[in-house]
């Protein structure tokens, strides 16, 4: 046997004891009782809630159930969503348009989108949203035609700025202050250095950013916009004021006429809570189809997560027995 130690390498001997002492060790499992402890405490608060939510019957659980599917429940869900979808679509496409406007050289262009952001995003969107409604207050009639010209027609301005109108119209402006900063962030933080090679390779500036700099920016772009379209899910309840009916106002209209407060607030909690899952499903898929070029793995979902944890707690059960005593035999 000393011969072939002799005639072997260095490495090679090395690895061969390394593999000798290996066999011997005692492999003993990691533990963390802080951790335990932890998830203890978590557990029992959790446990608590849930007692407490279950057991008090000022809850009314069965009056949520009834009017939890309520047709003028549903409908008022159904408002809320299509008053989320105009603010969106209306706000983000004005506010890319005023996030171009402020990267613009242009000094009157990048000038009347400060304006522009710094205006809508000092006043309260309760006050903006009032201040539609009561356009009619300030302008009779609203007149097309020549700017500082001949009008070609005019349009009362209660008929064309009615309630759903005014609060669609607020929400979006309101909306397009915050996305404007939004996309600008996000156009400003790709790297310059490859808009000034697409230049250089005689690429149009329209297709720089459609196809180079704004691929980029969404991955910047899409967890705030997120945000302010969860944000915004919650900011359509202000358009109670202008009695239109959407989820909150519809709500105050069924327990002003049942007395059912506490009940009916908590069947707008859990549409809410259903429409914010929904919405932050979406923006992680959507986050992990922009983060491709990114990341060398994309980041688990939830699903993903939790299969993971219980294929990994599976097999130390299977490989328990084997770590026992003197080591894995």
Known sequence: MS???????APAVLEETA??????????E???????????????????????????????WPVVGAYLFHPSVLHAVLFTVELTALGIVLGFLLGTVLALMRLSRVPLLA???????????????????????????LYKQ?????????????VDSMDLIGPVTAAALGLALHQAAYAAEIVRGGFLSVDPGQLEAAAALGIPRARQILRIQLPQAMR????????????????TSVVYIMAL???????????????????????????????TTVLSA????????????????????????????????RAARRQGPAWSGGGRR
Do not use: C
């Open 3 to 9: 011969d072939v130690r002799g005639a072997m390498t």
């Open 220 to 235: 910047s772009i899409v967890p705030a916009a997120g945000n302010e379209i969860i944000g915004l899910v919650k900011g």
């Open 245 to 275: 009916p959407e989820l909150f106002y519809q709500v105050q209209v069924i327990y002003n006429r049942n007395g059912r407060v506490i009940a009916m607030l908590l069947v707008a909690a859990i549409w809410y809570l259903v429409l």
């Open 30 to 60: 990691a533990r963390h009782p802080r951790r335990w402890i932890a998830g203890a405490v978590v557990a029992v608060l959790l446990a608590m809630a849930v007692n407490a939510l279950i057991t008090n019957p000022a809850w009314d």
């Open 19 to 28: 593999a000798e002492s290996a066999g011997s060790l005692t492999v003993v």
């Open 111 to 137: 000038s009347a989108a400060w304006g522009y952001v710094w205006l809508f995003r000092s006043v309260p969107l309760i006050l903006q949203l009032l201040f539609w409604y009561n356009l009619a207050a």
């Open 142 to 154: 609203i007149s097309f035609g020549v700017p500082f010209g001949p009008a070609f027609f005019s």
């Open 282 to 313: 979406v923006q992680h898929q959507v986050e992990r189809r922009f983060g491709r070029g990114l990341a060398r793995a994309l980041p688990p979902t939830p699903l993903q997560r939790a299969r993971r944890i219980l294929t990994v707690r």
